[in-house]
């Protein structure tokens, strides 16, 4: 079993629309998770970090983190054409600061 | 602010050659990472310096792989013979400290012909 599970994709919605993006870990201990955003051929950048079971909201986007299920989401609001990208969900695995990635999930929002 | 530098961007090589890389942290990050990318997955961590020591190489492939931060600045990471299978990004990353958000420079794209 891999250590973050993320579907491939490609999710498609249209603009304007929720995009709904999730996330499953094996890793009971870990502590961190973060949402990183990929342009195709571009480099990640953080988008959002939760360390508690909720929600945790920034702008458009909302973070969303169950450890019972061992589940963590990101909700993007009023998606936008500029939104398309590859969404990497990563985390902290126990009390390590090292970053374990998922493959990421194809986000394409259409005109 | 400058962000993570690294050069080159492209590089192109044939098998059993050698390669390095070189990047540049965001001025006065203590903690630098390299990361694998290969096409279609998410990132993969080789090596993470804390300064000048090594805090985490247990994925780094020693027997082809090589890293150093001699003076806890700038990092260079080496492979040394190339395989197909290295084609990936190679990516850095620095924080300000182990706990604090990480940047990522442009990458490296490495083809192994």
């Known amino acids: 079993q891999k250590e973050v599970e993320q579907n491939s994709g490609p999710l498609s919605v249209p603009e304007g629309a929720i995009a709904s993006l999730n996330c499953t870990y094996s890793?009971?201990?870990?502590?961190?998770f973060f949402w990183y955003r990929q342009y195709s051929g571009k480099s990640p950048e953080l988008i959002m970090s939760i360390y508690s079971n909720g929600d945790k909201e920034d702008g458009r986007f909302t973070a969303q983190l169950n450890k019972a299920s061992q589940y963590v989401s990101l909700l993007i609001r009023d998606s936008q054409p500029s939104d398309s990208a590859t969404y990497l969900c990563a985390l902290n695995p126990d009390s390590s600061y090292k970053l374990i990635f998922g493959s990421g999930t194809r986000l394409l929002v259409r005109p | 602010e400058a962000g993570v530098a690294q050069s080159p961007r492209y590089k192109i090589i044939e098998k059993r050659q050698s390669v390095a890389f070189w990047c540049n942290p965001i001025?006065?990050?203590?903690?630098l990472y390299w990361y694998q990318q290969i096409l279609g997955q998410g990132p993969k961590l080789l090596i993470q310096?804390?300064?000048?020591?090594?805090?985490?190489d247990s994925q780094l492939p020693k027997d082809r792989f090589s890293a150093e931060r001699l003076k806890g600045v700038d990092s260079t990471l080496k492979i040394q013979p190339a395989k197909l299978e290295d084609s990936a990004v190679y990516l850095c990353?620095?924080?300000?400290?182990?706990?604090?958000?990480?940047?990522f420079g442009p990458g490296t794209r490495l083809t192994v012909l």
């Open positions: 990353a620095s924080s300000f400290e182990l706990q604090d958000t990480q940047y």
């Open positions: 890793d009971r201990g870990s502590q961190s």
């Open positions: 310096f804390q300064n000048n020591g090594v805090v985490d």
């Open positions: 001025s006065g990050h203590a903690t």
